[in-house]
């Protein structure tokens, strides 16, 4: 491409689109006003999806990156602008999703000056992105722009926030295609010696269990993890973020592991010789105390990141690099391996305590619930936002496929889910979306409902309503005495169903087991036919999550039930 003049905002976009960008979520304002203009001119080659607040472009961002592997981009003005996309982009940085956060600020002469919806961007998202920038020159901001995708996507992937100044979107300055630096995966941290002693561990552990994480999904490794645990011949746990990264219906799958992991798991990283973590980072969630956690184990740590080695739990061996690479090469060395009492021995576990189903109770229990889910909305993608919900769904619905389940992990972010959702559904061509929520998360962001309906997506959000913030109210009850200090929510119960009508969506109400499959493939129908769905499924507010660690405790210190 020859070189043409254009003014910042059309080079911005001109970056963006290098780097394969079609679609982009947004809420406009004074500062990017001339961005907006270009995305006008623009609008043939680069779709903006208008949501109805900023955090609600960030989460839909977050979702698209998640559901991609690519990086979602979300755009808002100065000041409120941009401070309303902080909560989107510390859970982007929590989850390690590559997001490019891009904000207009005040003119140059303006900035330190207090001016008209000035802030300092860069300034208070600093601690929350991967990096950041402030343009203040015309002549950097497309090299900026690149800079921003690369680090974003390289290595451990995150977000990046660039933030422009008004006048640099207006100025005018030469401006040249260029085709985007290539990421290659991060090997020049992969020594012989420590796959050498890595595959030493794994040759001689009678025990092995391999504990996964989201680093698997960031790494696309979920089908080499699956060779990887045959060829060692290994049960494998996931945590909620590394949900899609090995097969659900496998034997050799323990279900999830930590605060809230299945007794099975649990116990096995308790009875294992060999921990090996791959793309996990011994979240408190998952370890509890860290004193009692795998005593009897080795632990082999594999991430493409060093700061996590050794950061939360010691390490006996470690292999850094690209998660994908290392599995790579150490199937390469290792040889196929048997470990028939230890698998017999998790198999064993699993059939002892296996999760609670109700499917024959005429009441709406939330495991039949989102067994039912699971079979009416197979293929979709699944959000969920943050609480007891959550858990559930992440015990008993999974995901189908890699990045089919998408979760604030880090932060938990309640209103993530349906801008998540929406994200996700647009990065997959408008295929089906379901959020899972509940009915405090549902009314943070339920706005969003008015973005799924104007762009008829199909997404479906079923709203676990126990009319209480079940997760808090659920501690409550166990460690403080039954003093349930607001977490009642339905003293200002609102009636959903008419509030999606209200929307543009359809609303429906599930009460008992008997009618759950029904509804649910009526609200699938609709939101594939253009008009997404609310289901307002109402389950009884001492529905409790278990299994579960109390604070303080060993991780196979767990609670089954009542």
């Known amino acids: 491409m020859a070189t043409v003049t254009l003014n910042g905002s059309e080079i911005l976009i001109e970056t963006l689109l290098e780097h394969g960008v079609s679609d982009v979520f947004g809420y406009p304002g004074g500062a990017v006003l001339n961005i907006y203009d270009a995305l006008y001119k623009y609008r043939d080659r680069i779709t903006h999806y208008l949501t109805a607040h900023e955090q609600g472009a960030a989460h839909a961002a977050d979702g698209y990156a998640r559901a991609t592997g690519k990086a979602g981009v979300c755009i808002a003005t100065s000041g409120p602008g941009a401070t309303n996309l902080v909560t989107g982009i510390a859970t982007a940085y929590m989850d390690s999703v590559p997001l490019i956060a891009v904000t207009g600020n005040v003119a140059k002469p303006l900035l330190g000056k207090d001016s008209f919806q000035e802030v300092d961007t860069t300034g208070i998202t600093m601690p929350i992105t991967k990096h950041n920038f402030i343009v203040k020159d015309i002549e950097k901001l497309a090299e900026t722009v690149r800079r921003a995708f690369y680090i974003a996507l390289s290595g451990r992937p995150g977000p990046v926030l660039v933030d422009i100044t008004k006048d640099v979107t207006a100025a005018e300055y030469p401006y040249e295609r260029r085709e985007p630096r290539k990421i290659s995966p991060e090997t020049d941290s992969v020594t012989e010696e420590d796959l050498a002693e890595a595959a030493r561990l794994i040759s001689e552990a009678k025990r092995p269990l391999i504990y996964a994480g989201g680093g698997v999904i960031s790494a696309n490794a979920a089908d080499l993890l699956k060779k990887f645990a045959e060829k060692i011949d290994a049960p494998v746990a996931l945590t909620l973020m590394g949900l899609g990264a090995f097969p659900d219906d496998s ?268 509804v649910l493939r009526e609200a699938r129908a609709s939101a594939e036919g253009g008009v997404p769905a609310v289901v307002d499924c109402w389950i009884s507010s001492d529905e409790k999550v278990y299994p579960m660690v109390p604070p303080g405790e060993s991780i196979d210190k767990v609670i089954l039930g009542e």
């Open 251 to 518: 034997p050799r799958f323990t279900g999830m592991v930590g605060m809230h992991g299945t007794k099975t798991s649990n116990m096995a990283v308790m009875e294992c010789d060999l921990l090996i973590a791959a793309g996990a980072r011994f979240s408190d969630r998952v370890i509890s105390d860290v004193r009692k956690f795998a005593q009897e184990a080795k632990v082999l740590h594999l991430d493409v990141d060093a700061a996590e080695i050794n950061k939360n739990v010691m390490t006996e061996s470690q292999v850094i690099g690209d998660l994908g690479e290392v599995i790579k090469r150490l199937l390469g060395r290792l040889p196929e391996m048997s470990h028939k009492a230890w698998l017999e021995r998790v198999g064993g576990l699993k059939a002892a305590y296996p999760l609670p189903l109700f499917e024959k109770e005429d009441a709406l229990r939330p495991p039949a619930l989102l067994r039912a889910v699971r079979e009416v909305m197979r293929g979709a993608a699944v959000t969920t936002d943050v609480g007891q919900h959550q858990i559930w769904a992440g015990q008993y619905l999974g995901a189908g496929f890699p990045r089919g389940f998408i979760s604030s992990g880090g932060l938990g972010t309640m209103g993530f889910g349906l801008g998540a959702a929406i994200g996700a559904s647009v990065a997959r061509g408008k295929r089906l979306a379901v959020n899972i929520t509940g009915d405090g998360s549902f009314r943070m962001n339920c706005v969003e409902l008015a973005t799924a309906a104007d762009y008829k997506l199909p997404v479906v959000d079923i709203i676990m309503n126990n009319h209480a913030l079940g997760m808090v109210r659920q501690w409550q009850e166990l460690f403080y005495g039954g003093r349930f200090s607001q977490t009642d929510l339905s003293r200002t119960a609102a009636d959903f169903v008419k509030l999606a009508e209200a929307f543009g969506c359809r609303g429906f109400r599930i009460k008992d087991a008997a009618e759950a499959r029904d």
